[in-house]
C-alpha cells in the first residue's frame, strides 16, 4: 500500500487534472450567449458545443479505463490531460461552429481518461476504511470546479473574448503534466483485448440517437434525416449488444447487470445526470436572455448552486458511512426533484422576470441534492463489484452519467424549442416549464431505481468475495 506522503501526492495530481475537466462542464455555459453572436448559431449547435464534448467523453471511458489497465494508468492518465489540453487550445483558436465542436469532442476524449482513471487511482491508493473518505474529496474537488466553473465564465467574457475560458485550460493542463510524470508510480490492472468494433459500434449508434433528437424540432419530425438517424442509432445499438453478448472478453460486462446494487446505481447516474444537466443548461440561457443578467451576473448567481455541490460532496463521503449509501443518494435526488418543482411552479406564478431571492432556494436544494449524489453513486458502484473490476465499473458509471446528461440536454433542449418562437422574457419562461417538468420527471426515475432496487443493507463480506473475484449482490 502506498505511503501516506504518496497519496497526498496522487491526490494532488489526481485532483488538479479532475479540477480543470470539471471547471469546463460549466465554464463553457455562460459563454454560450457570446458564441452564440460570434458564430450565429441556433439553438442545436448551442447543444452541440456541450454534447459534443460529453458524447466523446460518454462513449470512450470505457475503453480509456481498459487502456489504463492493459498499458498502464499513469501512461493513459497523462495521455487524457494532453490531448484535453490540445483540444482547448484548438476551441480557443475555432472559427466556426464545426470547428469548436470538432475541438470540444477532443476536450470530451482527454477527460474520458482522466476522470475515470483518477478515480481508479484514488480507489486503488487506499484502504477500504479510507476509501470513502478519499472518493468524498475526489467529488469534492470535482464540485469545486463545478462552483467556480460559472464565475470564472463570467469573468472572463466580462472582459475579455469568449476564446479565453478555453486558454485558461491549457496553463492548468502543462503543470499537471509534469506533475504527474514526477509524481506518480505506475499500475495495471486486469489485461483485456481492445474491442475497437464494440467501440465503433457504440460511438455510431448513440450519435444517430442524439443527432436525431437533437435535429427534430428544426428539421421536422417527419424528415428521413431524423428518424433515419434515430432508427439507424438503435439497430446499431443493438448490433453493438448482441456483438458483446458473442465475446468472451467484451468491454462492458453485461454479467455485472444483474447486480441489483450496479444496475441501480448505474440507472440513477444516468437518470440524474439527465435531469440536472440539462436544468443546468437551460438557466444558464434563462439568466442571461429571460432576465437580462451579464455573463458575470449569471456566473455569480449560479455560484449559489455549484458552491452548495462543492460543500456537499464531501459532507457525503462522511455520512454515508455512518447512513449508508442508499440513504444519502436517496435524500440527494429528493433535493433535485424539489428544486426543478420549485423552479417551474415559480415561472408559473411569478411569470419569467423576479427577483433572484426567489430562484435561491431551488438552487439551494439542486446544488446541494448534487453533492449529496455524487459520492453515494461513486462509491456504491465500486463496492458492488470485485476489487479487480473497479477501472471497468468507474468507467462504465461516468459513461452511464454523461449519456444521462447528453439525453438530459437533447430533450429539454427538444421540449424547449417545441414552443413556438420566443419573443420575451415570459415567452422564454413558457418555453421552460415543460421542460423543467420533464425534467423532474427523469430526476423520479433516478429516485425509484434507488428505492426499488436496493433493498438489503451492506454485506460485510463484500470485501472477502471481491478478493475471491464473485459477484456480489450487496446493498446500501
Aim: hydrophobic fraction near 55%; charged fraction near 10%.
Amino acid at each position: 500500500m502506498p505511503s501516506t506522503a504518496s497519496r497526498v501526492r496522487l491526490l494532488v495530481i489526481t485532483c488538479i487534472a479532475l479540477f480543470m475537466a470539471m471547471l469546463d462542464n460549466l465554464v463553457i455555459g455562460v459563454a454560450l450567449p457570446s458564441i452564440q453572436q460570434d458564430f450565429h448559431a441556433g439553438m442545436s449547435d448551442l447543444q452541440w458545443f456541450l454534447n459534443a464534448y460529453t458524447l466523446a467523453f460518454a462513449v470512450l471511458l470505457i475503453p480509456f479505463s481498459a487502456l489504463g489497465d492493459r498499458f498502464g494508468r499513469k501512461k493513459i492518465f497523462l495521455l487524457g490531460i494532453v490531448l484535453f489540453t490540445i483540444g482547448s487550445l484548438a476551441s480557443a483558436l475555432s472559427s466556426s461552429s464545426i470547428e469548436l465542436s470538432l475541438s470540444r469532442a477532443l476536450q470530451g476524449i482527454g477527460s474520458a481518461a482522466i476522470i475515470p482513471l483518477s478515480l481508479t487511482l484514488v480507489n486503488a491508493a487506499f484502504p477500504p476504511e479510507k476509501r470513502a473518505a478519499a472518493i468524498g474529496l475526489w467529488s469534492g474537488i470535482s464540485g469545486l470546479g463545478l462552483s467556480i466553473g460559472p464565475l470564472v465564465g463570467g469573468i472572463i467574457i466580462n472582459g475579455a473574448p469568449w476564446e479565453m475560458v478555453f486558454w485558461i485550460n491549457v496553463p492548468i493542463g502543462i503543470v499537471a503534466v509534469i506533475l504527474g510524470a514526477m509524481w506518480l508510480t505506475e499500475s495495471k490492472g486486469e489485461r483485456k483485448p481492445l474491442d475497437l468494433l464494440g467501440i465503433v459500434l457504440l460511438g455510431a449508434s448513440l450519435f444517430g440517437i442524439v443527432f436525431g433528437l437533437m435535429r427534430g424540432n428544426s428539421e421536422g419530425w417527419d424528415s428521413f434525416t431524423v428518424w433515419g438517424s434515430m432508427a439507424g442509432g438503435v439497430i446499431l445499438l443493438l448490433a453493438f449488444y448482441y456483438w458483446e453478448r458473442s465475446r468472451k472478453q467484451p468491454f462492458v460486462q453485461f454479467a455485472y447487470f444483474r447486480n441489483r446494487n450496479y444496475s441501480a446505481y448505474l440507472s440513477a447516474g444516468f437518470w440524474m445526470n439527465a435531469g440536472i444537466f440539462g436544468a443546468i443548461f437551460l438557466l444558464t440561457l434563462f439568466l442571461q436572455q429571460a432576465q437580462g443578467y451579464s455573463a458575470l451576473g449569471a456566473g455569480v448567481r449560479e455560484m449559489v448552486w455549484t458552491v452548495c455541490t462543492m460543500i456537499c460532496a464531501p459532507l457525503a463521503g462522511l455520512l454515508v458511512g455512518r447512513y449508508g449509501t442508499k440513504q444519502i443518494l436517496l435524500f440527494g435526488l429528493f433535493l433535485q426533484i424539489a428544486a426543478m418543482l420549485y423552479f417551474a411552479f415559480m415561472i408559473i406564478g411569478q411569470g419569467a422576470v423576479f427577483p433572484f431571492g426567489y430562484m435561491v432556494p431551488a438552487m439551494i436544494a439542486a446544488g446541494a441534492g448534487m453533492g449529496f449524489s455524487f459520492t453515494p453513486l461513486s462509491h456504491g458502484i465500486l463496492t458492488s463489484v470485485p476489487d479487480h473490476a473497479a477501472g471497468e465499473a468507474s468507467g462504465l458509471s461516468n459513461a452511464s452519467r454523461e449519456l444521462g446528461g447528453v439525453f438530459g440536454v437533447a430533450i429539454s433542449g427538444l421540449v424547449f424549442e417545441s414552443g413556438g418562437a420566443i419573443t420575451s422574457p415570459d415567452a422564454f419562461g413558457d418555453h421552460l416549464v415543460p421542460a423543467l417538468f420533464v425534467l423532474a420527471g427523469m430526476l423520479v426515475m433516478g429516485f425509484g431505481s434507488v428505492a426499488i432496487l436496493i433493498r438489503r443493507k451492506h454485506s460485510q463480506a463484500m470485501n472477502d468475495s471481491s478478493s475471491a473475484g464473485t459477484l456480489m449482490d450487496t446493498n446500501n
